[in-house]
Every structure is written in C-alpha cells, then in structure tokens.
C-alpha cells in the first residue's frame, strides 16, 4: 500500500504581490463564481526549493535547472588548461546529453546553450564533468543511448528533482515522476486586486515646483490562502535509490519551508513574509483527497482566520463521514488557538518515510 502525507495550510497575506501574472498585477482565479487571489503552484515548489531549510539542510542534495551546462563545462576544462576550440568540442558533446543545444549568435561560435531547461541532479552534473574530460583526452565513448546512460540517473541522490521530477523530452527513460504534488493556492474568502499609484521625487530638482520624478502604478492584494500539498511518500523514496532518511530529512524540509517560504514578487516593495498560522498534517495509505471545496463558498463571517479554520475542519468531518478518514493519523499546528508547534508538524510528517 502506498503511504501518502498530506498537508493542508492556512496562511495570512498583507498587502503583497508575491506572484504576478504578465501584465506584473497578483495572478488571480474564479472559484465558487467568487474572485480571489491566487499563488501559482510553479512559485510555490520555487520559493520551497530556494528556502533555506533546503539550501541549507539539503545543501548537497539539490539539483540544479539550467540552460548553461555546456558554458559550465567548457569554462572548467579551459581553467584546467584545454584549448578553447577542444572545451567547446567536448562541452557541447556531453552538454547535448541533456538536450539540444543551439548557438545564439553564430558570430560567437563558442558561445553555446541548451533549448530547454534541464533538471540537473550533483551525481549526473559530476559524471558530466568527468565524461567531458574523457571526451577532451580523446578517450572512445559508446554513443546515442549508451552514451547517455553514463551520464543520466533514473533515481540518485537529488531530493528537489525526487519531489518535483523532471521531464527530459529527448529521452523518456530518464523523466522523473513527481511524489510532490502542489496545488494552487487561494484565498478563502472573495478577494480582488487593488491599484497602488505612487511617485518618486527628483532629489536633484528642489529648486523647481516640476512635481514628481516618477509615476508609477503597481497591483496589490491580501487575504488567507488555502494551501495544499500531497506527497506520495513511496515514490519518494524510490527515486531517492531507497534513501528513506533522506527521505524523511526532505519531507521535514518541506513541511518547514511550506510553512514559512513565499513567492518574491515584490517582495521589497511589501516585505511580505507571513508564516502558516495553521496547519493540517494527515498520513495513511488511503485516497488523498484536497479541501479546496471547503471554499467553494468564500468565507465572509469575520474573524476570517477562525471562519477559515472552522470551514476547514467542517469539511474534513462531513467528507470523513461520508467516505471514511482519509488518513491513518494527523497533526494539527492552530497558532491563534495556542495548539501544536512546526517541529511536531515535521517530525510527523517524516516519520511517514521510516519503517
């Protein structure tokens, strides 16, 4: 039976713009037939994996997105001593591994970068380095599949791309299944997106009554966000090679950066950094299911943080009536009621991932 742990988080928003949409105003969404404000699940799982709990405490277990493999091979062989015509021979041919590679400029021929994002994990980016100074040495390698079978992992060491997978479209075999899924998040209550206009003066022009430097205008909003996250905690280990301490150690991580990381959009202009006033922990083998529905109706009865969590928990008591619990045990942190601390929602969660 497959273990599930599932997260369900309320958190307070002040006036903020954490996650714009293309026109730089809050990304929003139509639940119920209500407005509300929305945080995409992409600036979720980024915000998740820049948080410290990761950069810190899974410091060598991160993988790396990035177009510029080839750049980062070609500049460490030329600082070992290769000629630049034979690192950007041997670069490109372990860099295209990952998928195609294009030449931007064809006036700078050695300036080269990949067409698509690669997932990148510590094992497979060393194996890269050490297949690139064969490639230079001029030692033979297998090619096509053989070839990129010394390089890509179906499973290693790297916890982000274990959570969140990775898809290689160039080679299926190696894609990753994600054991982390994030919801968008939304406000529980109707929610709209307000106008901020604002000016700057010219320090440099007192002496003239010229008004303002700079107009600007800028979108805002704030609310209670509704947050869900499922992690298949069996898939997770399977794509950690079996590691389920290391398992455990990133549940853990999650669940704190969950709690406390956000979106950046704005962030110097609101300094937005709420933290999680209440959190819903379950684990158990049975069907996961989210509680976006306990919002469907937007919550109006002020106080909004206790109508939110009484909407929350009104909805677990009537689906679990009707379909049985969806969990073998739960954890619940309220910090407005004084109950349960971040340290028990962690520990708990990832002791799911330890037999």
Same mark, same amino acid.
Do not use: C, M, W
């Given at each position: 039976m497959t273990t599930f742990v599932q997260l369900h988080l309320l958190t307070k928003y002040g006036p903020s713009n954490p996650n714009r949409d293309d026109q730089g105003r809050p990304k929003q969404a139509n639940v119920g037939g209500a407005p509300r404000?929305?945080?995409s699940s992409q600036s979720? #799982? $980024?915000?998740? $994996? *820049?948080?410290?709990?990761? !950069? +810190?405490?899974?410091?060598?277990?991160? /993988?790396?997105r990035t177009k510029r493999l080839f750049e980062n091979l070609r500049d460490k062989l030329v600082e070992n001593g290769a000629e630049m015509e034979a690192a950007v021979a041997a670069g490109e041919e372990v860099a295209k591994i990952f998928g195609k590679i294009e030449t931007p400029d064809k006036k700078i021929p050695e300036e080269k970068r990949g067409t698509t994002l690669a997932f990148i994990s510590p094992e497979e980016w060393a194996l890269a380095e050490d297949l690139a100074l064969k490639v230079l040495n001029g030692e033979d390698l297998p090619k096509d599949k053989d070839l990129k079978k010394l390089v890509l992992r179906k499973a290693d060491g790297a916890i982000d791309i274990a959570m969140f997978g990775r898809m290689l479209a160039d080679d299926a075999d190696f894609n990753r299944d994600a054991a982390v899924q994030v919801a968008h998040a939304i406000t529980t209550h109707q929610a709209v997106t307000e106008d901020d206009w604002y000016s700057a003066v010219d320090d440099l022009n007192k002496a003239e009554d010229s008004g303002a430097g700079h107009l600007g205008e800028s979108g805002f909003g704030s609310g209670i966000y509704y947050q869900y996250i499922c992690v298949n905690?069996?898939?997770?280990? &399977?794509? +950690?090679? /079996?590691?389920? &301490? +290391?398992?455990? #150690?990133g549940i853990e991580a999650l669940v704190r950066a969950a709690a406390t990381a956000t979106p950046t959009g704005k962030q110097n202009s609101f300094a937005h950094r709420p933290r999680a006033y209440y959190i819903r922990a379950e684990k158990g083998s049975q069907q996961p299911r989210d509680l976006t529905g306990a919002f469907f109706a937007p919550v109006k009865a002020q106080p909004w943080e206790e109508t939110s969590v009484k909407a929350l928990e009104d909805? =677990? *008591? #009537?689906?679990? $009536?009707?379909?049985?619990? !969806?969990? !073998?045990?739960?954890e619940t942190m309220n =910090?407005?009621? /004084? *109950? /349960?601390? +971040?340290d028990e929602i962690a520990a708990f969660a990832g002791a799911a991932a330890v037999k």
């Open positions: 404000l929305r945080l979720i #799982k $980024r915000a998740i $994996r *820049e948080s410290a709990f990761f !950069a +810190l405490d899974l410091k060598d277990h991160k /993988g790396t905690v069996d898939l997770l280990i &399977e794509n +950690l090679k /079996g590691d389920r &301490e +290391l398992a455990a #150690k909805a =677990v *008591e #009537k689906i679990d $009536r009707a379909y049985g619990a !969806a969990y !073998a045990a739960q =910090v407005p009621a /004084g *109950e /349960g601390t +971040l």
